[in-house]
């Protein structure tokens, strides 16, 4: 069982930056696992935006290319999501998620384990 604690989230003005952080509590997740962010907006399905894989592969949802990076800090158990550029649109609940593999797919069905999400809110 892997347990993840998101932090970071909060409320930031449009055009502003943001990073939230992803705590888990094995160092194999993070390290030879694919680690994923999601969000999901009021009234709106969860979305994959960014992914990870154990060797370090990202990928990027078109709608947070270019202004969004996935990090992760294997010594620390650390997962990080940097924001900037933000927009109201990017307005979510924020959730990291790993699965039992090595490699990334934003299906959510993929992922094993999940977090508890953490808010962020952008004014315009």
Known sequence: QVQLVESGGGSVQAGGSLRVSCQASSEFAVRASCMAWFRQAPGKAREGIA????????????????????????????????????????????????????????ALTWYHYWGQGTQVTVSS
Do not use: H, P, W
Request: net charge positive; charged share 25%; hydrophobic share 30%.
């Open 51 to 106: 992914s990870i894989d154990a060797d370090f592969v990202t990928e990027y949802a078109e709608s947070v290319k270019g202004r969004f990076t996935i990090s992760k800090d294997s010594a620390k158990n650390l997962l990080y999501l940097q924001m900037t550029s933000l927009k109201s649109e990017d307005t979510a609940r924020y959730y990291c998620a790993t699965r039992r593999g090595m490699t990334c797919n934003f």
